[in-house]
């Protein structure tokens, strides 16, 4: 089989849809019948969404949750930006979490799973820019861990993707760098001094503590998005690249030669293994696989040029992958990947990396649009690609086909939506696992141009809730959304009970206090400590006396077990505010630099006298303290 | 006619002290087994709720609930409903609702297994004088409760702080209805073991009838 298509047509496309303007998105088209689709995604005040839906927030740092059908923001989660909303970022524990970052680019949320379903546990999202990963716990939907940055790592762009059981979270590298990092080579040395990286983070199945696993060196390509296998793939993972060129400049151009780059199927069960038998070397304290030296372990799949997502059907079977510089999005069966890997039925060898068989192992390819980037099933055998130079959404059959589908692969797509505008990601519930939700697909685009009230330069995206339950799409719901929703996850609302306070009994903060006698402050040395309580409607002890050049360390802790009962603590003109639910304790560290007497007060709106919540910061001259006492 | 079960004496007493008479009569085995029913009920009346109160408010649509036991006073929600109506109480200057203010928890277990122990002699024994003498004293037992119960809901409705953030007219809860504190909508109703309460009268007057045309014990 042979790529159909000619670098002339999709020059032809892509100049339409750039000087089109986005004419496919006629407002006209989206919205036949107002009422009975109003219906569809109203959710009358009082009624509950059927589904979360966990958006990223791109370069916000944060993750954002908004309900199925009704696609209203619910609350945000912050994760790698500080967010005095919530007061993370802070406290002495948030604050040590995001390190010495203010904020990260989060890209691709993924559900923890057990057996390939989603387990309801954990969320994991991944930082772009600052290589992390961070696991934010669903039974009180707050992040509780920020690994990173990654050894050897750059980019992590390609993550967070959850293994059948969440044993790992892999990641891979979207740029390159020499490694280990803080090495510098010569630009025009990238191909063989800079590399890429694929990593294994463990995940410890009891308390979701995620440690490094394990790295594959890979040659200098950008590693894009990737999926797990299950079924017939369990144990492997995809990942597209682009720039399989090596061009350090200019990637816009001179990463977009090649006809065809290079998915990786990796046999991590097999990295595992290796690593367990120590063909690893370490590298900055991680142990790092040459796949080229570990056979088994990495193997190169021809995909169309510059491809962007690859994703596994919820069999197992079919991995599908997109060129988003060619109209076609091409299957592979992974029951041929493997009887192609048994009869080492290889095209090429790139750097000792075997090359399957692109003609062997293709199932076909399909003709779904312009600018493919990622699919997405419902279960039911309908495969749904998102068409970001066409704003469109591609739904398709997937295999298995018929000799006179084969004949007319055109037949194959069975509808297409047109989306406002320029669709990045796009997610299906449940679509990752063995089971899809099906029933609602979100489109998130990238532009929302002239389809909001004008709010000047800095305009949102937009995320658009299309019906996949009938035959025909069916666009519903449209949302504006904060910069930027990349990818999402979809979760029953049933599916997990959170909990609405913290027990009392699970508090185990060594310094909280329970009762308004039991408040106090003391100093040791130049340190001053306070225990505070926060209730309805006082903190107790409401002064804190110290000087300049003390040390202040405040726990506060909220002695409420009343769901929604929700206390900050701000303190004026010394850049804190931290926010405690019930039953939770903060601790607060700041080193006092200006005398004055300086009001605190509850900054989460508590009560009728929450007005009155508030103390005073007493903060006496350094030289003064002597007189005063 | 002389009725020849009645006795020359019974005759010429007078007649509020024959209508007496019966008292002597003895229980007869469906009697009998009604006390062992009483018993029973006595019993369980220790191990089931006698009253909940319910608070409901806007933003307490779930409910905040109070459940009186004869031995135990329980907030719903894991005890976190009686904190919080004492959160909230505070604002009125009411005193906080704590379980050793309610002295007869100590004791009505143990005065409840009296009565156990009365009714199960009432069985065995089999006398319409030990039913009446446990009617009598369950009865006064029951007034004196509610008669507490009431006192102690007019207390706490009365006797509030007058430094309190809120000033609101002193108040009653009340005992067995709807009542409407503030932006509260109280209500107070008798639970299982209330109702078996009273229920264990209408056992205790029904052991009396069955019996009461019995021979003399
Ligand atoms: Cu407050």
């Known amino acids: 089989m042979k790529y159909k298509f000619s670098s002339s047509i999709i020059l032809g496309s892509i100049l339409a849809a750039l000087l089109g303007g986005c004419s496919a998105g006629d407002p006209e088209t989206a919205n036949t019948s107002g009422d009975s689709l109003a219906e569809k995604s109203f959710v009358a005040p009082g009624e509950k969404d059927e589904f979360y839906l966990f958006y990223s927030g791109g370069h916000s740092g944060q993750v954002f949750v908004a309900g199925i059908p009704s696609m209203r923001h619910i609350v945000t989660i912050p994760v790698f930006s500080p967010y005095p909303g919530t007061g993370y970022g802070f406290d002495d524990e948030s604050r040590a979490m995001l390190g010495e970052y203010t904020w990260g680019d989060v890209h691709h949320p993924g559900l923890s799973q057990t057996d390939s379903l989603y387990d309801g546990r954990w969320l994991f999202v991944n930082d772009n820019a600052n290589n992390r990963v961070a696991r934010i716990d669903l039974r009180d939907f707050k992040t509780k861990q920020i690994l990173g940055p990654i050894p050897n790592s750059s980019g992590n762009h390609g993550s967070s993707f959850v293994t059948e059981n969440t044993e790992y979270i892999l990641v891979a590298t979207r740029f390159s760098v020499p490694l280990p990092k803080g090495r510098v080579a010569p630009m025009e040395s990238y191909a063989d001094e800079f590399n890429g990286m694929v990593s294994g983070i463990k995940v410890d199945q009891e308390t979701g503590e995620m440690s490094l696993g394990w790295q594959i060196l890979t040659p200098p390509f950008n590693w894009d998005l990737g999926s797990t296998g299950k079924g017939p793939s369990s144990g492997w993972a995809f990942w597209t690249s682009y720039n399989t060129e090596m061009a350090h400049e200019t990637l816009e151009v001179n990463a977009s030669q090649r006809d065809r780059d290079y998915a990786a199927f990796v046999n991590w069960k097999s990295a595992e293994q290796a690593v367990a038998d120590g063909k690893a070397e370490m590298i900055d304290g991680v142990p790092v696989l040459d796949p080229s030296a570990v056979p088994g372990v990495m193997y190169f799949v021809p995909v169309g040029k510059s491809p962007h997502g690859v994703d596994t059907d919820p069999s197992g079977r079919w991995i599908v992958a997109s060129g988003k510089l060619q109209p076609t999005t091409t299957v592979y069966d992974f029951e041929k990947v493997l009887a192609a890997i048994e009869a080492e039925d290889f095209q090429d060898t790139f750097r000792g990396i075997p090359v399957l068989n692109y003609d062997a192992i293709a199932e076909g390819e399909v003709p779904v649009g312009l600018g493919p980037l990622h699919t997405q099933y419902d279960g039911e055998g309908n495969a749904y690609t998102s068409l970001y130079i066409e704003s469109a959404v591609a739904k398709w059959k997937l295999p298995p086909w018929t000799e006179e589908q084969r004949a007319d692969m055109e037949s194959i797509v069975t509808d297409k939506m047109p989306v406002h505008f320029n669709i990045g990601h796009l997610v299906v519930g449940g679509s990752d696992t063995r089971e899809p939700y099906g029933k609602w697909l979100v489109a998130m685009n990238k532009l929302s141009k002239g389809r909001h009230a004008n709010v000047g330069p800095s305009q949102p995206e937009s995320s658009q809730l299309i019906d996949i339950s009938g035959e025909k799409m069916e666009m519903v719901f449209e949302a504006y959304t904060e910069p930027e929703p990349h990818f999402a996850q979809i979760l029953k609302v049933d599916a997990i009970e959170p909990i609405e306070v913290y027990p009392k009994a699970e508090n185990h903060h060594p310094h909280a206090v329970w009762s308004l006698d039991e408040g106090t402050t003391w100093r040791e040395g130049d340190t001053v400590h306070a225990k505070i309580v926060a209730v309805r409607s006082r903190f107790g002890p409401e002064k804190i006396e110290a000087k300049v050049g003390d040390k202040l360390v405040i726990h506060v802790t909220n002695i409420e077990q009343t769901s929604d009962m929700i206390h900050g603590l701000g303190i004026s003109e010394h850049n804190i505010n931290v926010v405690i639910d019930p039953g939770e304790t903060k601790t607060i560290t700041l080193d006092l630099k200006k005398p004055g007497v300086f009001p605190f007060y509850c900054t989460n709106f508590c009560s009728a006298l929450h007005q009155e919540m508030q103390g005073y910061l007493v903060v006496e001259p350094a030289g003064e303290t002597a007189m005063s006492q | ?217």
Not at chain 2, 97 to 125: C, K, M, N, Q, Y
Not at chain 2, 201 to 212: C, I, T
């Open chain 2, 1 to 217: 006619m002389k009725n020849p079960l009645k006795s020359s004496s019974e005759t010429n007493l007078p007649w509020w002290r024959r209508e007496l008479r019966f008292l002597d009569r003895a229980l007869n085995p469906l009697s009998r087994g009604l006390m062992l029913v009483a018993a029973v009920l006595f019993a369980l009346v220790v191990l089931f709720p006698l009253w909940r109160i319910t608070l409901v408010a806007p933003q307490y649509q779930e409910g905040l609930r109070l459940t009186i036991y004869a031995y135990q006073l329980v907030g719903g929600n894991g005890g976190q409903d009686l904190v919080e109506i004492n959160n909230l109480n505070h604002y009125i200057g009411m005193k906080p609702i704590e379980e050793s203010d309610f002295v007869e928890i100590t004791w009505l277990p143990f005065v409840l297994g009296i009565f156990v122990i009365l009714s199960l002699r009432a069985a065995v024994l089999g006398r319409i004088s030990q039913v009446i003498d446990i009617l009598v004293l369950f009865t006064y037992l029951g007034l004196f409760s509610l008669g507490l119960f009431y006192h102690r809901l007019y207390t706490y409705g009365h006797d509030l702080d007058p430094k309190a953030p809120m000033t609101i007219e002193p108040f009653t809860p009340v005992i067995i209805g709807k009542n409407k504190i503030a932006n509260f909508v109280q209500w107070s109703y008798p639970s299982v073991g209330g109702w078996l309460m009273l229920l264990i009268p209408v056992v205790l007057v029904l052991a009396v009838w069955f019996s009461r045309k019995g021979r003399r014990a």
